[in-house]
């Protein structure tokens, strides 16, 4: 069942294709909003905590700081609303899912970038 599930996805949803990011990039997603009859282009900035799942069902979550208050977002990678993503800065870091980023602020939350 697994199998044709897998089969399903691979043959008919149709992959866009979005740099190589990781933990520790900051990255900027922009997204399409319908307000009503219009639609506009927002985006949003800030430092991948996690990539979770694999295939059509892969998500990564954003943390951003608004003021002094963290906003975190979660984005499936097929949503269709989706329009690109742009790699700002590649972060160095050692862990795949960067929790820990949560509690630190000031200096402590700069995450050194790397050389490649």
């Known amino acids: 069942m697994e199998s044709l599930v897998k089969f399903v996805q691979d043959e008919f949803v149709t992959r866009k294709d979005l740099p190589e990011f990781s933990a ?4 900027t997603v922009y997204y ?3 307000e009503g009859s219009k639609t506009r282009t ?5 430092v991948v905590i996690q990539r979770r799942g694999s295939g059509t069902s892969e ?12 906003v975190e977002r979660i ?3 097929n949503l269709p609303a989706l329009q690109k993503i742009e790699v700002n ?10 929790y820990y980023f949560r509690g ?5 939350a700069r995450i050194k970038e790397s050389r490649h």
Do not use: H, N
């Open 89 to 98: 800065k590649r972060g160095q870091v050692r862990r795949a899912r960067i």
């Open 104 to 108: 630190l602020t000031g200096k402590k």
């Open 42 to 46: 927002q985006f949003f900035r800030g």
């Open 24 to 27: 520790g990039d900051t990255i």
């Open 59 to 70: 998500t990564f979550t954003i943390r951003k700081m608004s003021g002094s208050i963290g």
């Open 75 to 77: 984005f499936p990678i």
């Open 32 to 34: 399409e909003i319908k």
